[in-house]
């Protein structure tokens, strides 16, 4: 078999099978180039989901008329000119092959002006066949028309999916570049319908017009720097996460991305607070020198690879750990916040109904409060006030305790309505946290047990806890082995004091004895608090006093991450004034 050199063309088909897979890949590379060339209107017109039209017409700067056949031909490029210029490229495009890829593959027009010419050119490409630019009438700017996408390739042609499915990766291609260049307007036209206009403004208002109020009422400001290093943009709150991805933007200098280092140092910030296998949604911007990021990975452009991925890993999990992480307060709640309604702080002290004697329907109610005010032992009853209450502007973010709901529930008044917590899962929050700080700061009290606890283990269990009783006790358990099968427990952690010693050791040996107490400390630290915390945690049906109520609440203020528990199920909601109102159809 001998060896022969390709003909352009079928280099070019070649090449367009990397870089232009369905239509959506296309209207990418074109939406790069008008975006590159300055461009702050950009309209779209797509047909049939974009295969058999797409249409881009840009404000930017133009193309030159000696410059229109040069502008299709492969590897030809105005971005970089050298090796040094590849290795800190900060434009979109800059393979110069994106123009003759779909040339080759499709039936394409290009028609440009230059601000100081009298008029437009235009040339036409079809299936890599180029013509001669002739005259033609537009503003400044470019518009490159595509037809009949994969006319020539009908094996690529046979792969493409619905028009529905189509269009619909071309629409997330517009927005992904809508939300990466604010300053820009999109409008976007499918089958002559306009589907979409992104007027153009600042990162918050694209971000609302994109991804929509839904995303905007449930998302946490990012902004953290660090040198040359910066991320901004906006997070997901933890107890709005859902199992999809499809709502994770991330860009690198205006570029959207796809990298697995930024996923990863994303996950992990939200480990401590995401419940099972939920996905967070998130729209955030990293500002890096060109220089310190490869953008020639792939032809896509989407893959990239940082020059120091542990710093920027680093970096990134603890921009987003630390809005994660700040303590319960009024707007880091999942529902909108609204105070429009005068507030009426609770007195924390018996409220007897006050009735007109007359409506009887309400004698026996007004008598029952009042027996109930008399029973001062009674866990529902208010107590006297647990703390000074005064006007909004004193009243704690989490209110004051009102009671218990079923023993599951602590119900709180504040400045904006109704605090509902679940006590366990808050709780646990609170113990959790304050091991960890425990743990760190290696200082972990003990409360030894009046009477030793014996439980009986399985051997092999035994075996293993007997080399690491030392390191146990830094972490609060005293234990001693008094049989191969039995082990007595004289003292655990000070803050699991209230938690069954025997259920407490059960759950530290299983940790032990399948992960070591090295590995334990290190790896699956926190995995190894979260369950000592949920033993430690307050249980269903314990009544609580208004005083201890009051005591969590002002714990979960100053607890980080107290939104949601340590499986990442929310610990508190928010029912506004409003929203309460609403229910009622007050003011209707």
């Keep these: 078999m001998s060896i022969r050199v390709l003909p352009d063309v079928l280099i070019s088909q070649i090449a367009a099978g990397e870089v232009i897979e369905r239509p959506a890949a296309a209207l990418k590379e074109i939406l790069e180039n008008s975006l590159d060339a300055g461009a702050t209107d950009i309209r779209i017109d797509l047909e049939q989901g974009g295969v058999k039209r797409i249409r881009v017409a840009d404000n930017g700067s133009g193309i030159a008329r000696d410059q229109l056949m040069l502008a299709m031909t492969r590897h030809a490029t105005s971005k970089i000119a050298s090796l040094a210029d590849l290795e800190q490229v900060a434009s979109l495009g800059f393979r110069g092959e994106a123009l003759a890829s779909i040339a080759a593959v499709a039936r394409v027009t290009l028609t440009s002006r230059c601000a100081d010419t009298s008029h437009a050119w235009s040339v036409t490409v079809e299936g890599g066949r180029m013509e001669t630019p002739i005259p033609a009438a537009r503003e400044t700017g470019t518009t490159l028309d595509v037809q009949d996408l994969f006319f020539n390739t009908p094996a690529r042609r046979k792969f493409l999916k619905t028009e529905a499915t189509e269009y619909a990766h071309c629409a997330e291609t517009v927005r992904r570049a809508a939300l990466a260049h604010p300053s820009t307007a999109f409008t976007l036209s499918h089958n002559g319908r306009v589907q979409a206009r992104h007027a153009s403004g600042n990162a918050a208002a694209r971000m609302r017009q994109v991804l929509g109020e839904a995303f905007e ?168 006030p647990a703390l000074p209450v005064g006007g909004p502007e004193e009243v704690p973010p989490l209110g004051f305790a009102l009671t218990q709901l079923h023993g599951v529930y602590i119900l709180a008044e504040n400045a904006q309505g109704l605090v509902l917590v679940d006590m366990h899962a808050a709780h646990e929050r609170v113990v959790y946290e304050k091991l960890k700080a425990a743990l760190d700061a ?67 040996l299983r940790e032990v004895a399948e992960f070591g107490v090295a590995r334990l400390l290190a790896e699956r630290r926190n995995e190894l608090l979260a369950t000592l915390a949920c033993h430690g945690a307050v249980r269903a049906n314990l009544r609580l006093t208004l005083p201890e109520m009051n005591a969590l609440l002002r714990d979960m203020e100053a607890t980080e991450r107290a939104g949601q528990c340590n499986h990442g199920r929310p610990t508190w909601f928010q029912l506004s004034m409003r929203e309460l109102d609403a229910m009622f159809l007050r003011g209707r």
């Design 442 to 508: 290696r200082a972990v009290p003990a409360q030894t047990l009046l009477i030793p606890v014996a439980l009986t283990a399985d051997a092999r269990d035994v075996a293993e806890l007997e080399p690491h009783l030392a390191a146990l006790r830094d972490i609060g358990f005293e234990l001693s082995i008094t049989s191969p099968t039995s082990v007595a427990v004289r003292a655990v952690p000070w803050l699991l004091k209230d938690a069954d010693p025997v259920e407490l050791t059960r759950s530290l």
């Design 217 to 384: 009422s449930q998302a946490i400001a990012v902004e953290a720097a660090a040198g040359a290093l910066r991320v901004s943009g906006w997070v997901i709150r933890p107890a709005a996460a859902t199992a999809s991805r499809d709502s994770q933007h991330v860009f690198v200098n205006g570029r959207y991305v796809r990298d697995k280092l930024i996923v990863h140092a994303l996950k992990e910030a939200y480990k401590d607070v995401l419940h099972q296998q939920l996905n967070p949604a998130y729209c955030l911007f990293i500002e890096i020198p060109p220089d310190a990021v490869d953008v020639n990975v792939h032809p896509a452009k989407t893959e990239i690879r940082f020059r120091d991925a542990r710093s920027v890993h680093q970096f990134l999990f603890h921009a987003v750990e630390r809005v994660l992480a700040r303590p319960a307060q009024v707007g880091s709640q999942p529902a909108p916040l609204q105070a429009d309604t005068a507030y009426r702080a609770s007195r924390q002290a018996a409220m007897p109904l006050h009735v007109d004697e007359s409506m009887a329907f309400y004698a026996p109610l007004a008598a029952e409060a009042k027996a109930h005010a008399g029973n001062s032992s009674d866990p529902l009853v208010p107590a006297p």
